[in-house]
């Protein structure tokens, strides 16, 4: 029970670091970590989704709809204005494998 909270409390908090909307109903694999302690918090999402709903969800979210992002080989990066106090948020998408890491913290 304990770990299903630490999991639905990060993701939240990660959305709204990175302004993202909620994740594609097609999400799968998701995989949230958290890390830090009192006066830092630092969370890294995972999750797998079709290329269709990825594009959707990335035009949809306030964090990343009018961003152009980094492209790196079949991987595209996108440095996000953080939302809500943090200092950084960072989305990647492997366009080769469909995996989705969202990157957040606050220090």
Known sequence: MYRSHVTANG???AQKWARMSPLP?????????TRGGPFTREFTIRFNAPPDD???WLNSSPGTSN?????NGRSRVYNVEPGNGAMHAEVTVDDDT??????TYWS
Not at 25 to 33: C, K, R
């Open 11 to 13: 993701l939240e908090v």
């Open 25 to 33: 109903e097609t999400a799968t694999g998701l995989h949230v970590e």
């Open 54 to 56: 990825l594009d959707s």
């Open 67 to 71: 961003l152009k992002p980094v492209v």
């Open 98 to 103: 469909n995996l989705v890491v969202i990157h």
